[in-house]
């Protein structure tokens, strides 16, 4: 027991304390709970007036700090606390919990979707909201006193990351900025970059978990932690437990291959491996007391998969009172949607689930039943949950453990591996503050993952934050607006994206400096006593590169051929496919359409494959081989059709593959003659005769690559400088071009429009807009026409979409030239700002503005293997109804563009898109 002088120090240091910092302790009494340090350090910082970057991991309770910036504004009275969050799922959540705190009178919301009350003292936003505040000069900044941007390390996002710099660079000086972001490796860099654009700014940093987190592996269907205790987690030190098992598993897969007589050939030493049944590990984690759990599949299909699998199984995690709730709260979520809709959206299937206690979460799912397993999650009602790795990044849905499949995901170009902040990140879901006393991290062991690996994973703290900040068109016309081209300019130079290429310059610089120490050492060491070995290994080096570019043109010449002799196929021709998995005799069903990217004619195989082939299927010119007879009205998704029309080719008696000894001995061109003067310059060189010629010639090819290495720094370093001006400077000569800008600098009318189309593809909508693109269209055909500006297709197709004829066809092909001149006027300037339109959503658009039910709508979707799924329509079409309302507000549209845009909006917001308006 402490002594009464220690208990009466202690009185003194709280008196202190309330007397110096009066805000934070009545705080504290509201809030009901003791801050953590981290939290009490920063509420102090902001106190005594100055802004704070807190980084702390998911769950640690870093929005506290955000809440005392509230308060700070309330206690005031005439000050307001913008609250900013990334999506608007947490804007909606963090409205909900301060109208509860503080009443509905004193909290707005704005998003793009809602406006509550956005004169209130305190407004929830989305980051998107304030930057537009900022650029038209909105009155409700007046008063500002407090901004919090929550989930700050968002700025690294590819996408959406410049809207918080901007946000960061543009705010006024009188306003304290709050950033909340994750842990993060170069939080020190980041806090520099704060100093010098919005002064006076301190770290509060925490590293500590409250809810402290165990590392496992799952082998087969045992489970083994992956550190014995804290200090070999330190070390990286797997369990030996585990590492002697794993290694009894290789051993015994290898047995087993070798009897079974496979000789590992073209798949790897796991192909005979087959994890253990996702039941079974859901059924292992609930014995084990480890559920609810998240398992993260970097799959959708995956994850579907997952729960039907868990079904078939007959698991069943609930018990009646608790499956009762789950159908009220279902009930509620999905009370407007038409019945046959809900069929159409397997409605039944995954309520089964849903009762059962196992869901999906992903992109691909209606948010309706997004929000029904989110809720009945965190609610403990559903104890497994299958999710993509976007849950890592939205709302609050903690669990007791996260199990992760595997540890590579696909990234939208390749697969690769999960970096360790990734890592950090979907583990850092594991433990619920208040209900688990620790959390559990599982990866489940295949051949291919190594606990070595794993444990550098989960030891490693390297999560840095890097700027993804672009000048974008609407960029330019707001910043030159608001502060001129010169003021802009030095904006751009005060973001975080060229701090940081300025500090990474130093860094080069000194690489440089090493780099041509090392080329003197091997200069030396090629040096040859017969004569100048840097003049001989220069001609070995000219032959070489001109062998190189022979090569080149060769190629080049051959994708000519190929597609010249793509372009004038004619329906009925018979070709031969020399390569790659369609190789064979075909007939061309269908010419190569004019005038939209590359030739790709339609045809059948001999072997019944429909398809388009392009010129990569192709090593050179195209030779008709022979005509068969195509019926005029060929239907190639009948395989009958296509049966009988490949039974043609093959009785033209043609061989399927080519004359390789003809076509190797066709155009074999005598040696170069600058070739063949340099091999004698070679000879005639004294290097030539010397015997230790081929030493120095290693030396010398090192320091070659060297020196080439180094002129690519020397280009980064020229490149980084003033990186940012010089493309803002590029932009503007684009927008100048276009009459966005004037001769003088100014912004004009049509730029004033731009300044106020909110898009990626803002410079192509403002471009439709002026030259007329959408005039003349019918509600549903706008409302298709505009969706190829927005939609991007999840993977690469063979074809372009085809769209309904008549007016849309117009419009969509007006669209693509008027991109083709954009993106010639970027080439030109250095710049690849703008997408390609993509007409893939077209139809599905088109169908759902005339009233066509869902399941039609779905089944149009293009590049999917089977009906889009819903979530992803309500996505785009979501967006589709954001641009038709910034077309109705445009200053550019002509009267009866906007009114056109006005019934579209009404056309489209119905059903599935009406119920999600308030999200």
């Not at 301060?98 to 919301?109: E, F, I, M, T, W």
């Not at 688990?436 to 062991?445: I, Q, R, S, T």
């Not at 997408?835 to 009233?851: C, I, K, L, N, S």
Request: hydrophobic share 40%; glycine share 8%.
């Amino acid at each position: 027991m402490t002594s009464p002088a220690e208990r009466y120090a202690a009185s003194k240091r709280r008196a202190a304390r309330v007397a110096e910092f009066p805000a934070l302790e009545d705080f504290m009494l509201d809030v009901g709970f003791d801050l953590d340090d981290f939290q009490r350090s920063a509420c102090e910082v902001l106190e005594r007036g100055s802004g704070v970057l807190v980084c702390a991991p998911t769950g640690a309770g870093k929005t506290v700090v955000g809440e005392f910036a509230v308060h700070l504004a309330l206690r005031s009275g005439e000050r307001k606390c913008f609250y900013t969050t990334p999506i608007k799922a947490l804007s909606n959540q963090k409205y909900h919990d301060l109208v509860q705190r503080y009443g509905a009178d004193k909290v707005g919301l704005l998003t793009g979707d809602n406006a509550i009350n956005g004169d209130a003292p305190v407004v929830v936003m989305t980051t998107e909201v304030l930057r537009n505040m900022l650029y038209s000069g909105s009155d409700q900044l007046r008063g500002l006193a407090y901004v919090v941007m929550d989930e700050v390390h968002y700025l690294a996002d590819r996408f959406r990351g410049a809207v918080w710099e901007e946000v960061i660079i543009h705010l006024p000086a009188s306003v304290t900025l709050v950033s909340l972001s994750a842990t993060v490796s170069n939080y020190e860099e980041f806090a520099d970059w704060l100093v010098t654009v919005r002064g006076q700014t301190e770290v509060v940093v925490s590293e500590h978990r409250p809810v402290p987190l165990w590392q496992h592996m799952l082998v087969g269907r045992r489970m083994f932690d992956l550190f014995h205790d804290a200090d070999a987690a330190k070390k990286h030190d797997v369990h030996p437990e585990l590492l002697r098992y794993t290694r009894e598993m290789e051993r015994r897969l290898e047995f087993t291959d070798r009897a079974s007589g496979w000789n590992g050939r073209g798949g790897g030493r796991g192909r005979r491996w087959t994890p253990p049944p996702r039941a079974e590990v859901i059924d292992r984690l609930e014995r084990a007391g480890l559920l609810p759990a998240i398992v993260f599949i970097f799959s959708r299909a995956a994850c579907d998969a997952a729960v039907q699998q868990c079904l078939a199984a007959g698991l069943r995690l609930t018990d009646p009172e608790e499956r009762a709730e789950i159908r009220r709260i279902v009930s509620a979520k999905v009370a407007s949607i038409p019945a046959e809709d809900l069929s159409v959206l397997g409605y039944w299937e995954w309520l089964d689930g849903l009762e059962r206690g196992v869901a999906a979460h992903h992109a691909g799912m209606l948010p309706a039943f997004k929000e029904a397993v989110e809720e009945c999650f965190v609610k403990g009602l559903v104890k497994a949950v299958f999710a993509t790795e976007t849950l890592a990044l939205g709302i609050n849905m903690p669990a007791r453990c996260v199990v992760l499949e595997r540890l590579v995901k696909y990234n939208g170009e390749a697969h690769v591996d999960l970096t360790p902040g990734e890592y950090t990140q979907l583990t850092g879901r594991a433990g619920r503050r208040g209900i688990d006393v620790e959390g559990h991290a599982v990866v489940l062991w295949s051949p291919d993952v190594d606990p070595r690996h794993v444990a550098g994973l989960a030891s490693t703290r390297t999560y840095p934050l890097r700027s993804s900040f672009r000048p974008s068109y609407n960029m330019a016309v707001n910043l030159v607006g608001t502060v001129g081209a010169e003021k802009s300019r030095e904006l751009l130079e005060s973001s975080f994206a060229q701090f940081q290429a300025d500090r990474s310059v130093v860094g080069l610089a000194r690489q440089v400096q090493r780099n041509v120490e090392t080329m003197q050492t091997y200069g030396e060491d090629a040096a040859c006593h017969h004569g100048d070995f840097d003049e001989y290994f220069g001609i070995r080096v000219a032959i070489a590169d001109r062998e190189k570019s022979l090569a080149r043109q060769g190629v080049a010449q051959r994708r000519s051929a190929a597609v010249g002799s793509l372009e004038k196929l004619r329906i009925g021709d018979v070709i031969r496919v020399p390569q790659g998995r369609r190789a064979g005799l075909a007939v061309v069903l269908e010419p190569a359409a004019s005038g939209f990217g590359e030739p790709r004619p339609l045809v059948l195989t001999q072997d019944r494959w429909a398809g388009r082939v392009s010129p990569g299927d192709f090593g050179g010119e195209v030779e008709v081989l022979a005509r068969v007879r195509v019926p005029k009205n060929f239907n190639h998704r009948s395989p009958g059709a296509r049966r009988d029309l490949a039974a043609q080719v093959s009785a033209t008696g043609l061989d399927r593959h080519p004359d390789r000894r003809r076509s190797r001995n066709r155009g074999t061109p005598g040696e170069d003659a600058e070739i063949a003067l340099l091999k004698v310059q070679l000879r005639q060189h004294p290097c030539h005769a010397c015997p230790e010629r081929e030493d120095h010639a290693r030396w010398a090819e090192r320091r070659h690559r060297l020196l080439r290495d180094t002129d690519a720094l020397r280009d980064k370093v020229a490149g980084r400088t003033g990186s940012l001006a010089r493309t803002f400077d590029e932009v503007c000569a684009v927008l100048t071009t276009r009459g966005y800008l004037s001769a003088d600098g100014e912004v004009t009318d049509a730029g004033r429009t731009l300044g106020r189309i909110w898009s990626e593809a803002d410079l192509l909508v403002a471009e439709c807009l002026r030259q007329g693109v959408w005039d003349g269209l019918a509600p549903d055909e706008l409302a298709a026409a505009v969706s190829m500006v927005l939609y991007e297709s999840r993977r690469e197709g063979e074809d372009r979409a085809s769209v309904p004829k008549g007016p849309i066809t117009a419009a969509v092909d007006a669209c693509a030239k008027l991109w083709g001149e954009i993106a010639a006027d970027e080439s030109e300037h250095g710049l690849s700002l703008t997408r390609e339109p993509d007409p893939g959503f077209v139809w599905p658009m088109f169908r759902w503005a005339r009233g066509e039910p869902l399941a039609r709508v779905l089944a149009s979707g293009h590049q999917y293997d089977a009906d889009m799924p819903a979530g992803d329509f309500v996505r785009w079409a979501r967006q589709v109804l954001d641009l038709l309302g910034q077309i109705r507000e445009a200053g550019a549209a002509s009267p009866s563009v906007k009114e056109t845009a006005r019934k579209a909006v009404t056309a489209v917001n119905r059903g599935v898109l009406a119920l999600q308006g308030g999200l």
